[in-house]
């Protein structure tokens, strides 16, 4: 599963729209629908929404399969 399909999953598990989720992370609607449709993160989105969601980077990235963060 690529990065836009996990973002996108994972807001739909919140039930939340783009625009609810794009202010939470930092980003306009448009910022945030733009990940959605495969654009790439920079760095500093990454770990917002990652710690948004509290999943990993790792997972979010596709280098694993494991959801949960390591603390």
């Given amino acids: 599963m690529k990065f ?3 973002i996108r999953m994972l807001r ?3 039930k939340m729209s783009q625009t609810a989720l794009g202010a939470e992370v930092g980003l306009s609607m448009r910022g945030y629908q733009d990940l959605e449709l495969g654009a790439k993160p920079k760095y500093d989105t990454l770990f917002r929404i990652a710690e948004f969601y509290d999943v990993s980077v790792d997972w979010l990235m596709g280098r ?4 949960e963060v390591n603390r």
């Fill in 64 to 67: 694993t399969e494991k959801r």
């Fill in 12 to 14: 739909k598990e919140r």
């Fill in 4 to 6: 836009s399909e996990k």
